[in-house]
């Protein structure tokens, strides 16, 4: 049971905007910390951002200021707005819930999306 869906990757050039979509079944939206993460080809998968049940955020250094995480309550819906992409933000993105992240660290999120892949390309 896919519990949640992402959309709203592809390609763009530098410097031009995507909008992430994730839907999440009720039970785990309205319960849990909600989050994006990517991989870039051989490189580790990386937490970018997240949002609590009470909207509070926190972001990667590398995204600060370009990207904005946030949650729609009556659609069950997290977005990740990318602003100023670079190259460098090309990866697959995943939506994640149910996880606690720390100064640095982040608990295992329970639930994964299926990945979708962002690229930043001239």
């Known amino acids: 049971q896919v519990q949640l869906v992402e959309s709203g990757g592809g390609l763009v050039q530098p410097g031009g905007s995507l909008r992430l979509s994730c839907a999440a079944s009720?039970?785990?939206?309205?319960?849990?910390?909600m989050g994006w993460f990517r991989q870039a080809p051989g490189k580790q998968r990386e937490l970018v951002a997240r949002?609590?049940?009470?909207?509070?955020?926190k972001y990667s250094d590398s995204v600060k200021g370009r990207f904005t995480i946030s949650r729609d309550n009556a659609k069950n819906t997290v977005y990740l707005q990318m602003n100023s992409l670079k190259p460098e933000d090309t990866a697959v993105y995943y939506c994640?819930?149910?996880?606690?992240?720390?100064?640095?660290?982040?608990?295992?999120?329970?639930?994964w999306g299926q990945g979708t892949q962002v690229t930043v390309s001239s």
């Open positions: 009720e039970s785990i939206f309205s319960r849990n910390v």
């Open positions: 949002i609590t049940t009470g909207n509070s955020t």
């Open positions: 994640a819930a149910g996880f606690i992240t720390g100064t640095n660290s982040y608990t295992p999120p329970r639930y």
